[in-house]
């Protein structure tokens, strides 16, 4: 099992571009999360889907989208990409909502 | 709201000591608090998850304690290894909230 997996590792962008995150989960989970991650600030939760076919807004969500694909895919789009987006992005799956929470190995994103 | 910290910021030990890491939570009504590790450039590692019923989780040489009424819980290293240099983050869950996580503790152990 692959666990859950992230797609692309280092990504830059310009300001103003756009792109998409992808994360995957072979673990059958039921909830989904987006993570982003900065020094001094720790992890902070962007948005989260406890199952498929709802998505919540969580900590930190404006700039950001979110499409929960189906069970194993939880997608994360940045419309127009700004400098303050620059940082670290983690996925993660979990049984459900109180569940052990467990990790993609993360994407990070630049924004110039 | 739940607030979680984690003091120190840094620790360094010596190869074999045995270590205490500190977490502290604000709101005491947690479901359950969760310790992962974390490696320079990579993801979180889930180490122990402790529900809020149980007062202490063990898995080799980590002990994972929980104490609801003072807000705190600890996580015990035994006779340390250069390869448990990581940082350590804990994190709670408390009603409709998802994880709140604290900043981590980096540990440095030196051989």
């Given at each position: ?23 995957a ?5 039921n ?29 930190v ?22 400098p303050?987006?620059t ?26 | ?6 003091i120190?910021?840094?620790?360094s030990?010596p190869?074999g000591?045995?270590l ?8 005491s009504?947690?479901y ?11 993801g ?8 809020s ?7 080799g ?19 340390s ?19 709140v ?7 440095s152990?030196?051989?």
């Amino acid at each position: 099992n692959a666990g859950v997996t992230q797609t692309p590792k280092f990504q830059v962008l310009k300001t103003g571009q756009s792109m998409t995150l992808q994360c995957a989960q072979d673990m059958n989970h039921n909830s989904m999360y987006w993570y982003r991650q900065d020094p001094g600030m720790g992890l902070r939760l962007i948005y989260y889907s406890a199952s498929e076919g709802t998505t919540d807004k969580g900590e930190v969500p404006n700039g950001y989208n979110v499409s929960r694909l189906n069970k194993r895919e939880f997608s994360l789009r940045l419309e127009s990409a700004a400098p303050s987006q620059t940082s670290v992005y983690f996925c993660a799956s979990s049984e459900g909502p109180y569940y052990e929470q467990y990790f993609g190995p993360g994407t990070r994103l630049t924004v110039t | 709201k739940q607030e979680v910290t984690q003091i120190p910021a840094a620790l360094s030990v010596p190869e074999g000591e045995n270590l205490v890491l500190n977490c502290s939570f604000t709101d005491s009504a947690i479901y359950n608090l969760q310790w992962f590790r974390q490696d320079p450039g990579k993801g979180l590692t889930s180490l122990l998850l402790i529900q809020s019923s149980q007062r202490e989780q063990t898995s080799g040489r980590l002990n994972a304690s929980l104490d609801k009424s003072s807000g705190r819980s600890t996580l015990y290293i035994a006779a340390s290894q250069p390869g448990d240099s990581a940082t350590y983050l804990c994190a709670a869950h408390s009603g409709n909230t998802p994880l709140v996580f604290g900043k981590g503790t980096r540990l440095s152990v030196i051989a």
